[in-house]
């Protein structure tokens, strides 16, 4: 008996919403959600499904019947293949409502709990040209436009410097301009493309593990520093030194010049040396006086303005005196903890990455801060009741935790020891809903912010403040 072909068309579907990933949604005429990934909400579009599951279809939009008023003219001629900006046909004030809801959605539906309003998302000045790190990938195999696929011309020129095709992991999409990075971030990624090019210093390709140029990466800083690293395959010495001379030669203001040799099958860079070839292995960010020593391995909100507004709605929301011990949890390179330690008694920051707790200990020399300590480990395995005994019960938590959000065994302990006020700030609504729902019993909602740290994509930062319960 033949199969049944899953893929459907559906047509003329109107577009509802906006929801996780950057997918649009729609309802299909069986009554099971659609995720469509190249419309906006608004439009009009027959939709033809690539896949089937019990609840839901996913496709995508083959032909608009009528286009949505919340749509705007993308910026980007790479937008539609890249898979970086996906909200880009999307009227800002549009992406901020969406961001918004998907916020309160996940906060009631989720965490299941009593919540105040929430406080209007505060929107990014900058919406685009506002990250401060990009990372670039080499390839000599680059992916093909369809222009170029249809034009029936052979590509001779197949090197590649950008981004990977979403879904693809060897394949590059070969990238002009970003809108992301300021100057001359666009600059130093053409230039070295087309030096190596010209001086057949061959691009990787990840598929044969052949090649010598693996990733570029470009820093910069409110301060005005750049920070410019490239990861060579194996070493040859001539074509490294080659393409390393071009670099600081024609880029005379990069601040710090580096490179990194990694034979490993992947590009991580965080168990490598990296070698410092000109000029300072770190760069500055600054922030209210505070400076704060960048490496090329150092963890630093991406957005340096919208960052300094985070920060200052997480001190807000902690209702600091200067008489609180304050726990800084997944504090990173220390970066809240010293942004809040002239309003606490003390701060203690606990991070799992040693060196970027080396950061955080040679950051707060440097800014002349004295109350403050970090500790490196596992949180799970240092927040326990022997730290707390050794270092004091915290008056208020201020927590940061990666996307998967806090370890259960960390919400456990912060029940135990009931501090006063916690301040958690989260890049996924989602995990922090839940942890807010086992905190519910002990601790009442009673601020939300949500912050867009990143315009024309569909992440949110969220803060939300905890009150212990009376009574």
């Known amino acids: 008996m033949a199969r049944k072909n899953k893929k459907k068309r559906f047509e003329a579907i109107e577009i509802t919403g906006a929801g996780a990933k950057g997918k649009a949604i729609a309802t299909a005429p069986d009554g099971r959600v659609i995720f469509v990934d190249n419309a906006v909400p608004g439009d009009v579009a027959d939709i033809q499904t690539f896949q089937k599951r019990k609840s839901y279809y996913k496709g995508s939009a083959v032909n608009f019947v009528s286009y949505s008023d919340k749509r705007t003219e993308p910026v980007c001629e790479h937008f539609g293949t890249c898979g970086g900006c996906k909200w880009q046909n999307m009227d800002y004030k549009y992406q901020l409502q969406y961001k918004q809801d998907e916020i ?18 505060l929107g990014s000045k900058d919406i685009y040209f506002y990250r401060n790190k990009m990372e ?21 020129d197949k090197n590649a410097l950008g981004f990977h095709i979403p879904g693809m992991w060897d394949k590059i999409l070969n990238i002009k301009k970003c809108h992301l990075q300021e100057d001359p971030s666009n600059a130093i990624r053409n230039e070295v493309r087309d030096f190596a090019t010209n001086n057949d210093i061959p691009f990787f390709n990840a598929r044969n593990q052949e090649g010598l140029l693996r990733t570029l ?54 168990d490598q040396e990296v ?29 340096s303005e919208q960052a300094y507004e985070l920060y200052k709605i997480t001190r807000n929301f902690a209702e600091l005196t200067g008489e609180e011990l304050v726990y800084d949890l997944y504090t990173g390179t220390g970066t809240i903890a010293q942004f809040v330690a002239k309003k606490a008694k003390k701060v203690i920051g606990v991070e799992a990455v ?30 326990t009741q022997d730290f707390i005994n050794q270092h004091g019960h915290p008056d208020v938590i201020i927590t940061d935790p990666p996307r998967d959000g806090m370890h259960k065994d960390v919400v456990a302990q912060i029940i135990r020891i009931l501090p006063e006020r916690i301040v958690y700030v989260s890049c996924n609504s989602a ?18 912010q949500p912050v867009d740290m990143f315009p024309q994509t569909h992440h949110v930062e969220n803060v939300v403040r905890l009150d212990l319960r009376r009574g």
């Open 136 to 156: 670039f990938s080499f390839s000599d195999s680059r992916w093909l436009t369809l222009n170029e696929i249809n034009s029936g011309e052979e590509i001779e």
């Open 104 to 121: 309160e959605n996940n906060l009631k539906r989720l965490g299941k709990i009593e919540l105040p309003e929430t406080t209007p998302i």
């Open 275 to 303: 070698i410092c070839y000109k000029g300072r292995d770190h760069i500055f960010e600054e922030m209210e006086g505070l400076k704060f020593k960048i490496n090329a391995k150092s963890f630093y909100q991406t957005n």
């Open 431 to 448: 995990t922090q809903a839940r942890d807010l729902a086992l905190l519910d019993e002990h601790y009442k909602v009673t601020k939300v």
């Open 354 to 383: 040693p060196e970027a707790i080396e950061d955080a200990k040679k950051n707060a020399e440097h800014n002349n801060i004295q109350n403050t300590e970090f500790f490196a480990g596992d949180m799970k395995k240092v927040f």
């Open 217 to 270: 990466m470009i820093r910069t800083s409110s301060t005005g520093e750049i920070m410019v690293l490239i990861q060579f395959f194996y070493e040859d010495k001539a074509k490294r030194e080659l393409l390393l001379d071009f670099v600081a030669e024609s880029f005379p203001e990069i601040t710090s010049l580096q490179y990194v040799v990694n034979e490993k099958g992947n590009d991580t860079i965080y």
